[in-house]
């Protein structure tokens, strides 16, 4: 896709105002970005391990010379995928947004018929994340257009900071930690699934 995040992103953000994107063309883009990121992430694991590698080898080392070369290509090592992890968050934020545009184009035929559409559709992709903030502050003081808005959009939406604080992200995420990298059999993964998820579900049932 030619130049496409220069358009969406960057100074030709004019012509990235939600009424001048496809829905075929948003979700070739996300597609694009998702692969991009997945590459990214296989990149930092690589760094990762050899960070380990270097480590573990200047533990080895006898003289304080060797342990010093393992020690700056340790710190080279963890700078380049410091590198690579804050690609991978700006490529993120991309991929939130362009869903979110997606999912205002699947529902435009409905924003339209409510008078909504007009809110959204000359908002560009780099004033979406503010903009829907802008809703929902609106929604809490009892704009029912806003409101509205956010009810078709199967708001709340999430930003990144959210995603922090998300009790569901962080439940899922201790139950990856749980099962860990080494094989484990269904039944172990059925029993961590209960005590994480299955514990969150209990709570807000309660």
Known sequence: MVAFLDKF???KSKLAAIE????????????????QQDAIIGKVKTLEKRKR???????????DLERKAMAVRYKQLDGEAKDYVSQASLISKQIRVVGRMCQ????????????LWSLISGVEATELEQFMIDMRTKALQGDREA??????????????????????LKSILNAMEAIGESD???DEIEE????????????EEA
């Open 9 to 11: 992103f960057g100074k």
């Open 20 to 35: 001048k994107m496809s829905p075929s063309e948003l979700e070739r883009e996300q597609l694009r970005l998702e692969a």
């Open 53 to 63: 590698a270097a480590l573990t080898e200047g533990a080895k080392k006898k003289s």
């Open 104 to 115: 205002m184009k699947r529902r435009e035929t409905l924003l339209k018929s409510e008078g």
């Open 147 to 168: 409101n509205r808005l956010l009810e078709i959009l199967e708001e709340p939406g999430t930003t990144a900071a959210e995603e922090d604080e998300d009790e569901d």
């Open 184 to 186: 484990v059999t269904d």
């Open 192 to 203: 961590v699934e209960k005590k994480f998820l299955e514990a969150k579900e209990d709570d």
